[in-house]
């Protein structure tokens, strides 16, 4: 359970770095973030939304070429 409050800290930083223009500051952080978000439990409804969000595109261009 300790990836949720990195992917705050992970967050906070990431919006520092970018408030001070820091690229590389921000590229790392959000690294750590996305990993944090990746080992959580949260992971598995994030991939839901995304397959469900592909599923719907697939869909959606399925309809338009009749």
């Given amino acids: ?3 949720l409050p990195l992917f705050l800290l992970a967050g906070g930083a990431t919006w ?4 001070s223009d820091m690229r590389a500051g921000v590229l790392i ?11 959580s439990p949260l992971s598995s ?7 469900g969000i592909g599923t719907a595109i697939s869909n959606a261009n399925a309809d ?3």
């Fill in 45 to 51: 409804a994030i991939d839901g939304m995304g397959h």
């Fill in 29 to 39: 952080a959000a690294l750590i973030c996305g990993y944090a978000l990746a080992t």
């Fill in 16 to 19: 520092l770095f970018w408030r």
């Fill in 64 to 66: 338009d070429s009749k």
């Fill in 1 to 3: 359970m300790i990836s």
